[in-house]
């Protein structure tokens, strides 16, 4: 199940932030289908954080999950939205080295056809917020 458009592939090492996008519904209420992301490659990865990895499976296939837990082989990852499958209880732990980065921001894309006053003043409110560390989410999902 696909997390990420393809285009999202880091530039170089030069560059320790990219941008990605939001395919899917598998974590949802945190990120939405359409959703931008800012992504920090390279960066350090804790219990609760959302992260972009490289599909164990298909290493061509990029996906945006939270990292729940630290296991021996790698990151236990799950999805927030816990009905929509293509995580960690489908393919095990994930090798740190398929750990791309961590998102730090998402925004979301102004709708086509609402450019009233009242309809950007609303997008500019809503737009772009960080994506926080979910310890309790963590805690909560190790169970799963």
Known sequence: ???????????????????????????????????????????????????????????DLLVVKRATERRDGGWW?????????????DYGTVPQELILGKVRFRYRPLPSGQRSPLAVVRWVLSAARPVFTDRSASRRLRAR
């Open 77 to 89: 990852v799950l999805g927030d939205n816990a009905y929509a499958g293509g995580d960690s209880t």
């Open 1 to 59: 199940m696909p997390e990420l458009s393809q285009e999202t592939e880091r530039r170089g090492a030069a560059l320790p932030f990219g941008l990605a996008e939001v395919t899917g519904p598998s974590m949802v209420p945190t990120l939405y289908h359409g959703d931008r992301l800012v992504v920090q490659y390279g960066a350090r990865v804790r219990p609760g954080d959302v992260v972009v990895l490289r599909h164990p499976f298909q290493q």
